[in-house]
């Protein structure tokens, strides 16, 4: 951005943080936020973004992404996804494991200039089988769990690193139950590091995954469909996911091909239960649909009646606390991290991972991200 000054005019500027909530200008000069005034004049500054109509938010934070674009079958591109849903942090959540994390790296994480943030899968290859035609859960092989190699890939990249991922469920670990869980367990444990569990459908059940998880540890999947729902048949919140959150597990959306239905969403909402972390699980097999995008997915939330603010919290302050990233503020001096998108009103259908539609009245549309490197607009 060097020296040039972007003024975001006539947005509605939103961050719970702070406790903002008005229509307001922001400039922004040298990667920070210079000023923030009801109305500034357009000539202060050497570019302008059209915010009138939109919401104006600390960047949003995409904690479950698959952006391995090229080094695996199911990465989708870093920079046209960021664009597509005003992202300003991207968090790839396993795809590359210890043997394939530097191609990650060098490759797809240094040139993006989005941030990328990335899970290390404690599986030596990550998620490498997942495809429309080939289906292997990395899991399932317990020779491929690699504790020690993963330890070292931490070790050496603190700076990229943010934590562990591991898949369990019959198609990511078959009849092996928890045991990759237990082995991802150790590794986090040894690295001071919060672990993602991607739980799909039993062996394990869902109570026999959040019972192990830590304070800080991440279930993502968290409102998937039966037969491994976080409720009961009887439509109460089981005992054991309410035991995880009073103990500090954060439950994460990870939206995903399959992995997230309209009627447990509906059931938890309705017994109280918002999730912390609101995110897509964008991958090549469900970027057209039904995950689209992170916008797509908050737009799920606002139309089951999650308020605002709320929901704004759990895509920009939660994940990041999550993962212990920098702090991004709609303050004087902050750092330009800001997300800029609109409200739109019209039907807009929606579609869950489980078959279930949903017709919308309103809906999120990406006008731009900004950040130290620029602003990328769709």
């Known amino acids: 951005m060097a020296a040039d000054t972007v003024l975001i005019k006539g947005g509605r500027l939103l961050d719970p943080q702070v406790g903002l909530d008005c229509v307001a200008d922001v400039t922004i000069r040298e990667g920070r936020i210079s000023q923030i005034a009801p109305d500034i004049a357009a000539s202060v500054a ?5 915010a009138s109509g939109a919401l104006v938010t600390p960047s949003l934070v995409d904690l479950h992404t698959h952006v391995y674009w090229g080094g695996t079958s199911l990465g989708v591109d870093p920079l046209a996804y960021a664009r597509a ?12 494991g210890p043997g ?17 943030k990335a899970f290390l899968h404690v599986s030596f290859a990550g998620i490498f089988g997942f495809s429309e035609h080939v289906l292997v859960g990395e899991s399932e092989e317990i020779r491929l769990l690699a504790p020690r190699d993963a ?14 991922k591991v898949r369990v469920g019959q198609y990511a670990s078959g009849t092996n139950g928890a045991e990759a869980l237990e082995i991802a367990l150790s590794v986090a444990e040894a690295a001071s590091l919060p672990l993602m569990a991607h739980i799909d459908y039993p062996p394990p059940s869902y109570e026999d995954v959040v019972r192990q998880l830590r304070p800080g540890d991440i279930l993502t999947h968290a409102f998937h469909p039966p037969p491994n729902a976080p409720h009961t048949v009887a439509g109460e919140v089981k005992k054991a996911v309410l035991d995880a959150r009073d103990r500090g597990v ?8 399959a992995s997230f239905s309209f009627e447990t969403a509906e059931k938890m909402l309705d017994l109280g239960f918002l999730p912390d972390i609101i995110s897509s699980d964008v991958h090549a097999l469900c970027i057209d649909g039904p995950a689209f995008n992170l916008l797509d ?9 999650v308020p605002l603010a709320e929901f704004v919290s759990a895509t920009t302050e939660t994940p990041r606390r999550a993962i212990q990233a920098p702090t991004a503020k709609l303050e004087v001096g902050a750092k330009a991290d800001v997300s800029v998108f609109q409200l739109m009103s019209g039907r ?11 017709r919308a009245n309103s809906y999120f549309e990406p006008r731009a991200v900004i950040s130290k490197k620029g602003v990328f607009a769709p």
């Open 250 to 257: 954060l439950f994460d959306i990870g939206h995903g091909r």
């Open 348 to 358: 807009h259908d929606l579609v869950d991972g489980n078959g279930g539609t949903r």
């Open 297 to 305: 997915t908050m737009s799920k939330f606002l139309h089951l009646g």
């Open 85 to 96: 849903s005003s992202v300003g942090l991207l968090v790839d959540a396993g795809s590359a």
């Open 100 to 116: 394939n994390y530097p191609g990650f790296l060098s490759h797809v994480i240094a040139p993006c200039p989005i941030p990328i």
């Open 151 to 164: 330890l070292r890939v931490i070790e050496a990249h603190p700076e990229h690193i943010c934590g562990l």
């Open 46 to 50: 050497d570019s302008v973004v059209d």
